[in-house]
Structure formats: structure tokens, C-alpha cells
């Protein structure tokens, strides 16, 4: 486990191993999902942040 890196008091277990750096839920997004990444086929940070975009159309359509 680590430290976020954008909210150093938070202790989190999500990594990008491309970058290194340690992310808690509230900043999971993926930081180059345009770029290459080796690590993207087994990276948990990667599906999080395709199905929250999956989901946020579902949700605007619920609300909307």
C-alpha cells in the first residue's frame, strides 16, 4: 500500500505501475488512456476508469 497522489493522508492499494504512483478511488482515472501502456491489459485502474465512463451515460439518462 501507498500513499495517493493527490491526497497524501490517504493510504490506497491502487499503483499504475506505468507511472509508479499510488491513486485512492476518488482520483482513480487512468492518466494517458491514449497513450501505450504495457501494463494496461491487467491494470485495475484502467477498468475502473472504463466503466465509469460506461456508467455515467446510464446514470444522466436515470437523472434526465
Request: charged share 30%; glycine share 4%.
Amino acid at each position: 500500500m501507498g500513499k495517493c497522489i493527490n491526497h497524501p493522508e490517504r493510504e490506497t492499494s491502487f499503483m499504475c505501475q506505468k507511472y509508479g504512483v499510488y491513486m485512492c478511488e476518488e482520483c482513480l482515472q487512468c492518466r494517458d488512456p491514449d497513450l501505450y501502456c504495457k501494463y494496461r491489459e491487467s491494470c485495475p485502474i484502467w477498468f475502473m476508469t472504463k466503466k465509469k465512463n460506461l456508467d455515467e451515460p446510464k446514470q444522466a439518462a436515470a437523472a434526465g
